[in-house]
């Protein structure tokens, strides 16, 4: 019997070690941040995995018709143009062009098309934030005749109504409705196919606390990011896309950038004096790969436009080094697109 006892009080030592043993290896993996991460976290918060929309509930009937609907040159009038052409998933969601050709004579458009990116968490679309989102925005380009060209809304509808497959995917994607290819339902599907491209990067994984995602110099970029005050402009998960700014706070815009021409920026919507050279702030998800910059693609290098940006908006001259680890920490921002949403 005292043999029992004894083997039972060994059993129950041992188990009760195994169990510290996991509660330590269990308290070693929780990430402990360091002062710049926790600091970090507090101005980027964390990016989501898909771009939620009350309005337009994302289902996978819905994102298969969108993304069929934004490779296809159907939406141009003489098929030459899709949304792709000017938002390339394969070349990070542009064309890196100064600005893009459109349907028909290839007149160049008045502006630099902005990647689609991670777009759906920006405030509004366009550089002068004329639409509210995605789903508006992707009505847009269709009609404009300097881009694809379509003349109207019953002309579009009437083109993809004689084609099967479309027939078919709309049906599938709204199936609620007595009529379910509509320009409107056109704009829904591509916004859900756009809502599902973004684009988590190792930035990511360093402010969910992997202090070893980023390295020396990015972290160096990181800290001079947020104290010389580029955070007042390109904050929370796409580090901009939430705040409309005068471009050349301190002196005009033109004289930093040599810019061809002089662009009112959100005036031209508003009429408001108060809004002349106001554009929203730029993404800088992917700010890498999306050359050139700026609403006119004046400015082709990334350590430049930083130049730029430092002069023209805070007023301070960077040093090299400075500029160094500043686009450092920019290119730390560079993901991936999912592999099945590209062509």
Not at 151 to 177: C, G, I, Q, T, W
Request: some cysteine.
């Amino acid at each position: 019997m005292k043999k029992l006892g004894l083997f039972l009080a060994v059993i129950s030592l041992l188990t009760a070690c195994n169990l510290n043993k996991k509660e330590t290896k269990k308290a070693v993996e929780v990430p402990v941040f360091t002062e710049l991460q926790t600091k970090a976290k507090g101005f980027f918060g964390e990016l989501p995995l898909v771009a939620e929309n009350k309005a337009n509930i994302i289902t996978n009937e819905k994102v298969a018709l969108g993304k069929s609907l934004y490779f296809d040159t159907i939406l141009s009038k003489n098929q030459t143009q899709s949304c792709n052409t000017c938002h390339d998933l394969n070349a990070y969601g542009v064309d890196n062009l100064p600005t893009s050709p459109g349907d028909g004579d290839g007149t160049m458009g008045g502006r630099n098309s902005p990647t689609v990116l991670n777009a759906a968490l920006h405030i509004s679309q366009f550089w002068d934030g004329r639409e509210p989102d995605v789903e508006a925005q992707a009505g847009g380009p269709v009609l404009n005749p300097v881009e694809m060209g379509m003349s109207s809304e019953k002309e579009v509808v009437n083109r993809l109504s004689k084609v099967e497959k479309y027939k078919e995917m709309f049906a599938k994607a709204f199936p609620d409705d007595k009529e379910a290819i509509t320009y409107d339902n056109m704009k829904k599907a591509i916004g859900a196919f756009e809502r599902k491209l973004i684009t988590p990067s190792k930035f990511d994984e360093y402010l969910a606390g992997d202090n070893a995602a980023l390295n020396e110099l990015e972290k160096e970029g990181l800290a001079l990011f947020m104290d010389k005050g580029c955070i007042a402009c390109h904050s929370g998960n796409v580090l901009g896309g939430n705040i409309y700014q005068k471009f050349g706070v301190f002196g005009d815009y033109w004289e930093h950038t040599k810019s061809a021409k002089i662009d009112d920026g959100k005036f031209e919507v508003t009429k408001n004096e108060a809004d002349k050279y106001v554009f929203k702030s730029p993404s800088l998800r992917n700010i890498e790969k999306t050359y050139p910059y700026f609403h006119d693609g004046s400015i082709t290098k990334l350590d430049e436009a930083v130049k730029i940006m430092a002069k023209a908006q805070l007023n301070i001259d960077l040093t090299e080094s400075e500029i160094k680890a500043v686009v450092a920490y920019l290119n730390s921002l560079t993901g991936e697109v999912a592999q099945e949403y590209k062509m």
